[in-house]
């Protein structure tokens, strides 16, 4: 049983910053592409950023780049985001995701439909 645990969420003031962590349990996923989405209410869920296996890869939405950074630590299993310059349009549940199979060094993929594992997600909210 694979679990992903989020934390690190709250409120925040615009221009102001946070750091999610995603923490893994029930099996490794050092080989597996990882990933942060969020849905805002009434929204969609949306990609915001992946990484790939060896970490050397890693993807942003438009609307976030140059803002937020993934990162992660393969032998602690987790994986981060780091959000600065936040700003009210960020406000959201975010989430974190995994690939259940191992993909190439380079594969961080933004499409939902590519992760198999979910965390319950944590609450970021900023206030302008």
């Known amino acids: 049983q694979v679990q992903l645990v989020e934390s690190g969420g709250g409120l925040v003031q615009a221009g102001g910053s946070l750091r999610l962590s995603c923490a893994t349990s029930?099996?490794?996923?050092?080989?597996?592409?990882m990933g942060w989405f969020r849905q805002a209410p009434g929204k969609e869920r949306e990609f915001v950023a992946a990484?790939?296996?060896?970490?050397?890869?890693?993807d942003y939405a438009d609307s976030v780049k140059g803002r937020f950074t993934i990162s992660r630590d393969s032998p602690k299993n987790s994986v981060y985001l780091q959000m600065n310059s936040l700003q009210a349009e960020d406000t959201a549940v975010y989430y974190c995701?995994?690939?259940?199979?191992?993909?190439?060094?380079?594969?961080?993929?933004?499409?939902?439909?590519?992760?198999?594992?979910w965390g319950q997600g944590t609450q970021v909210t900023v206030s302008s």
């Open positions: 995701a995994a690939d259940r199979y191992p993909g190439s060094a380079g594969y961080a993929p933004s499409v939902k439909d590519a992760y198999d594992y």
């Open positions: 990484i790939s296996r060896s970490g050397g890869s890693t």
């Open positions: 029930g099996r490794t996923l050092s080989t597996s592409a």
